[in-house]
């Protein structure tokens, strides 16, 4: 099943993740994805670009995934945008934190990239059943 409309933000400092995260959702889920390799990057993409949602790296250097959320938030238009925790850290009292701090969900990273597409799927659909 390809999901031509929903077009991910993909935010990670790690280009390698950044990469296999973008094939795969554009390959296996028909996802349109943007890049961006910092917090800061991100926030210039979202003044011009609204994403679907957002897949964000937790641990980035200068700004980190936290900040970013928190930022992302300030931004009125994003309000019914998603925004996905992407974690190695994904123990379930941390996962309870990040929703917490106002993100819709989180993966585990390594993510499975075969199943990547679907879990943002699943992510998406449940943030847009409410």
């Known amino acids: 099943m390809t999901h031509k409309l929903l077009n991910v933000l993909c935010v990670d400092d790690d280009p390698d993740v950044i990469l296999v995260a973008q094939l795969c959702m554009e390959s296996e889920g028909g996802f ?8 800061k990057e991100a926030l210039k993409i979202v003044e011009n ?4 949602a957002i897949l964000l790296d937790v641990m980035m250097p200068v700004m980190d995934g936290f900040s970013t959320l928190k930022a992302l ?3 009125h238009s994003l309000d019914d945008v998603p925004v996905i925790f992407m974690t190695a850290r994904a123990i379930s009292h941390e996962m309870d934190e990040y929703l917490a701090l106002g993100a819709n969900g989180a993966l585990s990273k390594p993510f499975d990239p075969m199943t990547l597409s679907a879990q943002v799927m699943e992510l998406w659909e449940k943030f847009h059943a409410k």
């Open 49 to 52: 670009t609204k994403p679907s």
């Open 73 to 75: 938030r300030q931004n």
């Open 32 to 39: 349109s994805v943007t890049a961006a390799n910092s917090g």
